[in-house]
C-alpha cells in the first residue's frame, strides 16, 4: 500500500465505538488518524485536521444521530468530499435511516454505507477490503470514485476521473454547484447556484440571505465563468471575505475550485461555506 493512513470522523457520543475501529485498522496495518489521540491541547484544531484530512486517503465515519448533528463531522466530511479522498459511512445508530434526509444530511444519503448496528454480523472483512483495495493507487481517492464500485464491482462506474478520461462525453454530463455552510450559523444549510449573478448579504434582496452579525448588507458576489466554475467578489465588506482562510482585498476577484471555503467576516470566519461542484448524466 502506498497510503495507509485513514481519517475517522466521529461525535463525542460514539468514543468507545470509534476506538475500537481504530484498534482493528491498526491491527490490520494501517495508520489511524483520531482527533482524540492525535490533536494536542493549545493547536488550533481546524488547521490540524485539514492537515490530517490532506494525508488520508481514506475518511471513516461514524454515522449516528449525534455525528449528523455535530459541525466538526460535517466539516471533516465535507473537506473529504472537496479533496477526492474516499468516504466511507459506517451506520452504527440501529434506528437511524441512511436514505431519509430528516435524519442524515441530504449528502450523505447518496453514499452506500456499511451497516455496523448489528454487532454480531459487522462486515469487518468487508471494510478492510475497501481499504486496502484503494490503498494500493497513488493519490487513492483523487478521482471521486463510490464506495458501491468497490462493494458491486458490476455496476457502471462514473467516477470523476472516468468522466474526464472520455474527451468524447465532455458534452454529455453536467455541473452543478452548490454552497454549503459547514461552520457558524445554519451548519448544514445548503444553497444551489444556479444564476449566474449571485449575491450574498444580509439585505433581503440579496440571493443569498445571511442576517447574522458580522455580515455586511452586501458582502460579497458570486459571478459565473465560462470556464465553468463561479469566481467571488468582496463587495468591499467590512468583515471581510476569505477564501481558504486568505482574505480578499475590497473589490478582489477570485476564481473558486471545488472543496475551496468561503469565509464570511473574520479570519475564521463568522460563518464558513463549502463551494462545491457537482457532475451529473442528464437522464
Not at 448489528?118 to 468487508?126: F, P, S
Not at 454530463?173 to 445554519?186: D, F, K, Q, V
Not at 475551496?260 to 448524466?281: N, Q
Amino acid at each position: 500500500m502506498l497510503n495507509k493512513t485513514v481519517f475517522i470522523s466521529y461525535a463525542r457520543a460514539d468514543t468507545e465505538f470509534a476506538e475500537n475501529v481504530r484498534h482493528r485498522l491498526k491491527d490490520e496495518g494501517f495508520s489511524v488518524w483520531i482527533d482524540r489521540e492525535e490533536l494536542r491541547p493549545g493547536e488550533d484544531w481546524r488547521t490540524e485536521i485539514d492537515q490530517a484530512l490532506r494525508n488520508a486517503f481514506a475518511v471513516v465515519i461514524i454515522v449516528s444521530s449525534a455525528s449528523m448533528a455535530s459541525q466538526y463531522v460535517l466539516y471533516e466530511w465535507a473537506f473529504a468530499i472537496g479533496a477526492g479522498k474516499l468516504v466511507v459511512p459506517l451506520l452504527y445508530e440501529e434506528n437511524l435511516n441512511m436514505e431519509d434526509e430528516t435524519n442524515v444530511h441530504p449528502r450523505m444519503t447518496t453514499f452506500q454505507y456499511l451497516d455496523f448496528t448489528n454487532r454480531k454480523t459487522r462486515d469487518w472483512a468487508g471494510l478492510i477490503r475497501v481499504l486496502r483495495e484503494e490503498g494500493t493507487h497513488p493519490q487513492a481517492f483523487n478521482n471521486g470514485t463510490h464506495l458501491q464500485d468497490h462493494l458491486e464491482p458490476t455496476l457502471i462506474r462514473r467516477s470523476y476521473r472516468e468522466m474526464g478520461e472520455k474527451t468524447e462525453m465532455k458534452n454529455h454530463y453536467y455541473r452543478s454547484y452548490e454552497l454549503s455552510i459547514i461552520n457558524g450559523a445554519g451548519a448544514g444549510k445548503r444553497y444551489m447556484l444556479d444564476k449566474s449573478v449571485i449575491q450574498i448579504g444580509k439585505d433581503e434582496r440579496n440571493d443569498i440571505v445571511l442576517n447574522i452579525r458580522g455580515v455586511s448588507r452586501s458582502h460579497a458576489r458570486l459571478i459565473y465563468k465560462h470556464d465553468s466554475t463561479y469566481e467571488i467578489r468582496d463587495m468591499e465588506s467590512v468583515n471581510g471575505t476569505y477564501v481558504n482562510r486568505q482574505r480578499l482585498k475590497p473589490g478582489e476577484v477570485c476564481l473558486l475550485h471545488h472543496g475551496d471555503v468561503i469565509g464570511i467576516g473574520t479570519v475564521k470566519g463568522v460563518l464558513e461555506m463549502r463551494f462545491e461542484i457537482m457532475l451529473g448524466v442528464p437522464s
